[in-house]
């Protein structure tokens, strides 16, 4: 057994979160740390919602309330809608907190100290209508590397290379249009530059990341520049130094506050779980934690972030950059063991924008259809290594052709008749199994091996592949075995072997398929005729704030219970109940509907 941290981006929670962020953070995590329990390792899989920043104040002015109010509202949306998935979080937790202040600002306070965050007066820009500042990353402009026309203010999505809002070549406020003047401002940089090398070090010894992710991040070693990681914003964690720290002006930058939340959400985990010291067995990497493993789940626009700038502030915190220092008092910390980034998600062939309608919401997926259904998708065809489109057409094959005519068919027919014909799990005939039989028993127990290293591998694509294969065999046996055509009662053994066998198969691809379809694993365990929890799910905790802060709720659960990654022997003689369908069959017509909904 390892210890396993499980580290998912943080939703910004200015409004409702969409299908193609679940595909990027949400579904691929959970599909890991379920399959790394089911295995028998410690997993950790914390997150939040990120809620500080010019986003938030800036949707709460226009809608007239508090930034605070507007972070407790899509909070609550944002952690019903991740239930509604079945993301199993140990925490998933938040950035308003007294937890997460206090721990961002012991890591500013210690790099600060060891020398890697320094005061500079640079160029501000602001609003000539308005006279307030304007955030960096509501100046669009030309960027002056790659000549992208819509780069931001703090990056260029294009070519992923950091920016500053001055830099940019004819830049304009994407509020109102208008030029932005550039002022003389103070603010704290971290010194990027001091940690190239050993930034290079450590990303010369990753080994297994895909391929785009760690060219992108070396390549973005080549020009590293100090940034500027406070901001002129009355939204955010307090800059932690005298003559700063009571400033209503002056804010730690969001993704600064928000990268660190990873290690507050897991000391936060720990002091909810009584034991205030349980977080270090994945962190510490000087004591019980050097042997952990971390993996970061994001898509792609996140990347420098988790494996250039993360990285640094650990290092920094640690000590061990081109400027030394001493680790704070949180001891040493482990890096990230590997940066899981998956592409971008379309949406019929449009990139998704809420305010041209191109989206649909993860809530009104889940009201329409099955959980089961949207992370099928997401795992079958879903962004993993390139960007993919997301199609109604595509959805609706999908589900029908795959999860319904493949995988609930096997289910329904095999437990269907043996129900009808044994009334229970019937027994294998003392004639013993043919080539057939044990050719397809061989092909299941095999997955597990291979299923399993291809998803610790993060190749989840391919693994849902080959449960699905294992399916497919299971589907072929039972047609060329035709036990329904098997009507003499001298042919009842053979019947009842044969349907023994594809039970066996039907719950050994079950728990196959549960890290992915963890819902409909669950009855598919029940129509077997088993009891209790096989796929534990998330619950919502409503919680009071650990250092006196207002309550919010959480997603937490108990994963200690459920499948192990191992086949189970069906029992002979257990009784069934004829099958409901698991999955259901959509109407062509949905497609009509939904295309005509983006229309709207």
């Excluded at 939040?48 to 605070?68: F, L, W």
């Excluded at 963890?518 to 005729?529: D, F, N, T, Y």
């Amino acid at each position: 057994m390892s210890h396993v941290l499980a580290a998912v981006a943080w939703p910004y929670a200015n409004g409702p979160r969409h299908i193609g962020h679940v595909s990027g953070f949400g579904v691929p995590s959970d599909v890991f740390s379920r399959y790394m329990r089911m295995a028998g390792h410690d997993v950790l899989m914390v997150s939040g919602t990120d809620e500080h920043g010019t986003p938030i104040q800036v949707q709460a002015d226009k809608e007239g309330v508090s930034p605070r109010e507007l972070a407790d509202r899509y909070n609550r949306v944002i952690v019903e809608d991740l239930h509604g998935l079945g993301l199993s979080y140990d925490l998933f937790t938040r950035t308003t907190t007294g937890n997460h202040y206090a721990v961002v600002q012991q890591l500013f306070e210690t790099l600060h100290r060891n020398g890697y965050i320094v005061p500079k007066v640079t160029m501000g820009a602001i609003s000539p209508s308005t006279g307030r500042t304007l955030p960096d990353r509501y100046i669009e402009g030309t960027c002056p590397i790659c000549g992208y026309e819509h780069a931001r203010g703090d990056q260029c999505d294009n070519c992923g290379n950091q920016l500053d809002p001055i830099d940019l070549v004819n830049p304009r406020s994407k509020i109102n249009g208008e030029t932005p003047q550039f002022v003389e401002t103070e603010h704290f940089f971290l010194d990027l530059p001091a940690f190239a090398q050993a930034l290079g070090k450590w990303l010369d010894g990753r080994e297994g990341w895909r391929p785009n992710v760690l060219r992108f991040s070396k390549n973005l070693l080549d020009d590293l520049q100090p940034r500027a990681i406070t901001r002129d914003l009355e939204w955010g964690v307090p800059i932690p130094l005298d003559g700063w720290r009571d400033r209503s002006d002056k804010r730690i930058y969001v993704w600064f506050d928000a990268v660190i939340g990873y290690l507050s959400a897991s000391i936060e985990w720990a002091r909810r779980s009584g034991d205030p010291e349980a977080w270090r067995r994945w962190w510490s990497a000087d004591g019980e934690g050097k042997n952990a493993r971390g993996y970061y789940f994001m898509g792609k626009d996140n990347i420098v972030f988790h494996s250039v700038i993360w990285p640094a502030l650990l290092l920094g915190y640690d000590g061990e950059g081109d400027r030394g220092g001493e680790p704070g008092n949180l001891g040493l910390l482990n890096l990230p063991t590997e940066v899981v980034s998956s592409e971008f998600l379309t949406m019929e062939g449009k990139k998704f924008s809420s305010s041209r309608q191109v989206v649909i919401y993860v809530r009104d997926f889940l009201a329409r259809y099955d959980a089961d259904a949207l992370r099928y998708f997401i795992a079958v065809a879903g962004p993993e290594s390139q960007d993919t489109d997301f199609t109604w057409a595509e959805f609706l094959r999908r589900n029908n052709d795959e999860l319904v005519a493949g995988w609930g068919n096997l289910v329904n027919r095999s437990i269907s008749m043996a129900a009808k014909n044994f009334g229970a799990i019937p027994p294998i005939d003392p004639a013993g199994l043919t080539e057939a039989d044990e050719a397809l028993l061989a092909a299941a127990r095999t997955g597990f091996t291979t299923v399993g290293q291809l998803i610790e591998r993060h190749r989840q694509k391919q693994a849902i592949g080959e449960a699905m294969r294992v399916v497919a065999e299971a589907n072929k046996y039972l047609s060329e075995q035709a036990p329904w055509k098997l009507k003499a009662e001298s042919d009842k053994p053979r019947m009842g072997t044969i349907l023994h066998v594809a039970l066996q198969v039907v719950s050994d691809a079950n728990t196959l398929l549960t890290p992915f379809l963890p819902h409909s694993a669950q009855r598919v365990h029940e129509l077997l005729g088993g009891t209790g929890v096989h796929a534990p799910m998330p619950s919502i905790e409503q919680v009071e704030d650990l250092d006196g802060g207002p309550g919010y709720p959480v997603l937490t659960g108990d994963y200690t219970v459920g499948a192990k990654w191992e086949s189970v022997p069906v029992e002979a003689g257990r009784a069934l109940a004829t099958p409901k369908p698991v999955f259901r069959k959509l109407d062509p017509s949905i497609v009509d509907e939904e295309l005509a909904r983006l229309g709207d």
